[in-house]
């Protein structure tokens, strides 16, 4: 598994084991003993993929290290800790952990759930890459079926919605009125005429010039594409 994990923890010889039982699932493991070294390292140029932290540390506690940690970063963060205790808090009250292992832990049992912690980001990471797709100054999301231009939510009719989301499944590749109009409404023999009346009022909605639109360009004698480039 390509990824990187940070352990926040003073006691070296914890750290090391834990680094020991990650490395042999090919996670690179970065150590810092402290949350002053660790919080420098995250803002630092180190790739960090998921935290594991200790509570009880020196200088600044893990409690106080997770607050200031969870205003700038989202990464997943599984504590470790002696203070048993301690356990139902972080889960109960939302304190940012996503994990809680007690000490004494097995470190084979910690690396499971640390490699269940970074499928779980990934995927989460990837879903959301595929659900957003930008194109100039707008943001269609996929999933929740709405269109931003800036800050403002474009309201889209369903078939609007369609034909921009057909469009943008393989950005910069001309579709034909026919293509559209398949994808789109799914019948053989329609009136064409009807794909470029949607584009035209999608023009309307989205384009800061609709006669010279510059994001749902027109392929002349054949169709549509959307442009994504830097032009835009
Ligand atoms: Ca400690």
Request: some cysteine.
């Amino acid at each position: 598994m390509n990824a990187s994990v940070l352990v926040v923890e003073d006691e070296l010889d914890i750290a090391e084991l834990i680094k020991l039982y990650l490395e042999k699932e090919g996670i690179q493991v970065l150590i810092a003993a402290d949350g002053e070294t660790g919080l420098e390292m995250l803002r630092g140029s180190s790739r960090v993929d998921l935290l594991i932290l200790d509570l009880n540390l020196p200088g600044l506690d893990g409690f106080e290290f997770l607050r200031i940690l969870r205003k700038d970063f989202e990464l997943p963060v599984v504590i470790v800790s002696a203070r048993h205790e301690d356990g139902d808090m972080i889960m109960g009250f939302g304190i940012g952990a996503d994990d809680f292992v007690p000490k004494p832990f097995s470190p084979r049992v910690l690396a499971a759930r640390v490699r269940a912690h970074l499928r779980r980001s990934r995927s989460r990471q990837s879903d959301a890459d595929s659900r957003l797709f930008r194109f100039g100054d707008c943001v269609l999301d996929r999933k929740s079926l709405s269109l931003f231009k800036g800050d403002s939510r474009i309201p889209l009719s369903p078939r609007e919605m369609q034909v921009l989301i057909y469009l943008s499944e393989d950005p910069g590749a001309p579709r034909s009125q026919q293509d559209i109009y398949d994808a789109v409404w799914g019948q053989d023999f329609g009136d064409l005429n009807t794909v470029s009346v949607h584009i035209q009022r999608l023009r309307q909605k989205l384009e800061d010039e609709p006669s010279r639109p510059r994001l749902i360009k027109t392929v002349y004698g054949f169709g549509y594409t959307l442009n994504t480039g830097e032009n835009v």
